[in-house]
């Protein structure tokens, strides 16, 4: 077989080795996760907390916490007139019925009494990711025995898949560069480039996610079905201009559905604008300071949007998209690739 001849055998190869590897993926998580087992009823009593480690793995988890700390009034703005906010951690549980989740006082108890945070500095924010890693590590585990997300081992059984496509490949190319060097043949150019590109594309395309094909569904349903309650939810807070989220009726819906679409889930108020400065106190907020002084001035800015958006489109096939809007938790599993 000559140079040419070959290098289109070599090519038909690479795509067959490439349905080979895509349908041994496919079949072997169909069979571990089949489509008729699956049932939404099953995962109804997820917390805000595990919907949104499943979508958006650590950096979501950590938003959400955030989020949420300052919805109930754990975390309260000290300082009111400065773009470079303290901010008060409480330590006294609520008496009005406000519910604490087990991540939420991992993170209270830290504190003796009430503290001053000068989020500015990054390093103030490491009993949040204290918090998130303890619970992260923990809900990891129970998503995988629930079935939405792989286990380490259904992890690696793919990973080796994926070897064995790249070996085959690089094995029958290099077997070919031998004998073309061998026989006194140095246009093997072309062999090389195309090793190089399959190579890449079954690294680079074939990513193996955290998410079982049960919580890929499961995350699509949640997206689907209170898409029309963040849209009426988010309406309302706007209307209301409600700023102190605990004393209102609207903090356990809205920490629900951050949960799941993260900012887009509401409207940029100077809440909001608090919230973005804690993920990433480093970030420009020039465009944002001037965004919220425009609409605090009107009395109709229904064309006011989150100046951040969250990328967890779910999940996409990574679990976790990572927010654009900030740090996400170092050291936290979760969903992602």
Request: some cysteine.
């Amino acid at each position: 077989m000559n140079g040419p001849e070959f290098l289109v055998f070599f090519l038909a190869f690479g795509i067959f080795i490439l349905g080979i590897l895509q349908f041994s993926i496919t079949y072997y998580l169909n069979n571990l996760y089949p489509a008729n087992n699956f049932s939404e009823a099953n995962y109804g009593d997820l917390s805000n907390y595990e919907i949104a480690y499943l979508i958006g793995g650590s950096a979501k988890l950590f938003e959400t916490l955030i989020f949420s700390l300052l919805a109930k009034g754990f975390l309260i703005k000290a300082n009111l007139n400065e773009l470079s906010p303290t901010y008060l951690v409480k330590t006294a549980l609520p008496n009005d019925g406000i519910k604490i989740e087990n991540i939420e006082y991992t993170f209270m108890k830290s504190y003796r009494s009430e503290t001053l945070l000068d989020l500015k500095d990054k390093k103030h924010l490491i009993q949040l990711k204290k918090a998130c890693l303890t619970f992260g590590t923990q809900t990891h585990n129970e998503l995988s025995e629930i079935g939405l997300l792989l286990f380490n081992k259904e992890k690696v059984l793919l990973h080796i898949f994926k070897a064995i496509a790249i070996s085959l490949i690089i094995g029958l190319s290099f077997y070919r560069i031998n004998y073309a060097l061998a026989h006194g043949h140095h246009n093997i150019f072309f062999l090389i480039i195309l090793t190089i590109i399959f190579t890449i594309f079954i690294i680079k395309f074939f990513k193996i996610s955290t998410i079982s094909p049960h919580g890929k569904v499961l995350i699509k349903s949640f997206q689907k079905n209170y898409e029309k309650e963040k849209d009426e939810n988010f309406n309302e807070l706007l209307t209301n201009k409600q700023f102190n989220f605990s004393k209102n009726r609207y903090i356990d819906k809205s920490i629900f559905l951050f949960s799941i679409f993260g900012l887009n889930s509401i409207p940029l108020t100077l809440w909001e604008f608090d919230f973005l400065h804690i993920l990433n106190p480093k970030r420009t907020i020039d465009n944002l300071s001037s965004n919220y002084s425009d609409w605090s001035t009107s009395n109709n800015s229904s064309g006011c949007s989150s100046g951040c958006s969250s990328s967890d489109s779910s999940s996409s096939d990574s679990g976790g998209g990572d927010s654009s809007c900030g740090s996400g938790c170092g050291g936290c599993g979760g969903g992602g690739d």
